[in-house]
């Protein structure tokens, strides 16, 4: 009976790496298509192609921080996990139907916080962990911002006295195929791992691993092609949102806004920090947008952004706290 | 007042807000990031005092 909880775990926590992936990986993708560097069909290969390709490049830190950082591990049992999955995957699913690019992260987060606290109370989050986490909700934006707005001023500098627009031009839409591949890895990187760490720690509770084991090849495997197929299916409503909504891009904007945020995304991973792909490539967007002026930028649509941010965590909790006590009465 | 400035001197105060509630280990990032803020505030204000001063010439 375990091992049956344990598959549809494990099946649950696949599944939302493919929400993430319709849901989140579009943001690899959306100033690409808005840029009209890479038809729609294209643009989802070449991204989820990248997606998978990540578990080449980056170590399991993020995974680890999810399965061993977010809550005491003696308290995290299959149906807390299940709880915590259902309320991330709700808040997901609600999110996506208004169209809102918040993070499947922070719901995975919350959910995970939400499920543990009503079984136990407060005192089962580990504060180290949690006050990481909190930290990068707020930095990564800002360090997209500020390396999207970087970026761009740096080009501007030295491309001002070219003449040659148009040649110019098809060398950032070439450069944008290879930012939005860096993207893509980057978001791979973090993405699938926070699946990994969610599967790592049903494997632990259940008794299949061991409190300090790494993540299995299969895992990493498995997640990266979930979150793969989950980009395949697009998210194209996000994909508004994120490409044109937020601001106007022209392909150095696009090269810019990726990169800034290829790189936040390849730091957090390499230091085993779980961050939002949505929040890093919107504040990377807004930094490109900011270069040119502030009017530039659509801030009716980045404050709706920011409300669905601060929604989230508390929202999948919520959410999660009701399927663990549901759980628990039919436990 | 260039409202540029000020949203980078806000986005600056937020990053120093986090050094003593975020881990030790993570402070410089804050650190390094608010100092960037700053720059670009302080940039960003001259730039817009010198387009105001060439407009009245």
């Known amino acids: 009976m375990e091992t049956l909880g344990v598959v549809l775990v494990i099946a649950l926590a696949l599944g939302f790496d493919y929400t993430n992936g319709f849901h989140d ?12 560097v890479l038809s729609p069909r294209w643009a989802v290969i070449w991204a989820a192609g990248f997606n998978f390709a990540a578990f080449l490049v980056f170590k399991t830190h993020v995974a680890n921080t999810i399965a061993k950082d977010v809550v005491d591990q003696d308290i995290l049992t299959i149906g807390v996990i299940f709880a915590g999955l259902v309320g991330a995957i709700g808040w997901n699913l609600i999110t996506f139907y208004l169209g809102l690019p918040t993070s499947s992260s922070h719901a995975l987060v919350g959910g995970i916080a939400g499920a543990a606290v009503s079984r136990s109370g407060t005192h089962v989050l580990v504060s180290e962990g949690l006050r990481k986490i909190g930290m990068f909700i707020v930095l990564s934006p800002l360090i997209g911002l500020a390396l999207g707005l970087t970026i761009t001023v740096l080009i ?3 491309f001002h006295r070219y003449r040659r627009v ?16 860096a993207f893509s890895l980057g978001h791979g990187g973090n993405d699938a791992q926070k699946t990994m760490g969610v599967i790592l ?10 409190a300090n084991a790494d993540v299995p090849l299969w895992v990493v495997l498995a997640a990266h092609s979930a ?20 601001t106007r891009l022209q392909p150095v904007g696009g090269m810019a806004a990726e990169t800034g945020a290829a790189v936040t995304l390849f730091y957090a991973s390499s230091s085993g920090i779980p961050v939002s792909t949505t929040h890093t490539i919107t504040g990377a967007i807004v930094g490109v947008g900011a270069s040119r002026r502030l ?36 436990g | 007042m260039d409202r540029r400035a000020v949203f980078f001197f806000g986005a600056a105060l937020a990053c120093f807000a986090l050094i003593p509630v975020g881990l030790e280990k993570y402070q410089h990032v804050a650190e390094i990031v608010g100092v960037v803020y700053l720059v670009y505030a302080l940039l960003s204000f001259l730039d817009a005092r010198s387009r105001s001063r060439s407009r009245k010439r």
């Open chain 1, 227 to 246: 979150i793969g197929l989950g980009t395949l299916s697009g998210g194209w409503r996000i994909v508004k949102t994120m490409g044109s909504k937020i």
């Open chain 1, 295 to 330: 009017s530039a930028v659509r801030w009716g649509v980045a404050g709706r952004v920011v409300w669905a941010w601060l929604l989230t965590i508390p929202g999948a909790a919520l959410v999660a706290a009701i399927t663990s006590q549901i759980v628990r009465a039919f």
């Open chain 1, 25 to 36: 990986a579009a943001n690899s993708i959306a100033t690409v298509v808005s840029t009209r």
């Open chain 1, 166 to 181: 148009e040649r110019l031009n098809k060398g950032f839409r070439r450069g944008q195929l290879i930012s939005a591949a």
């Open chain 1, 201 to 210: 720690a049903v494997l632990i509770a259940s008794g299949h691993a061991t």
């Open chain 1, 156 to 158: 501007q500098w030295v």
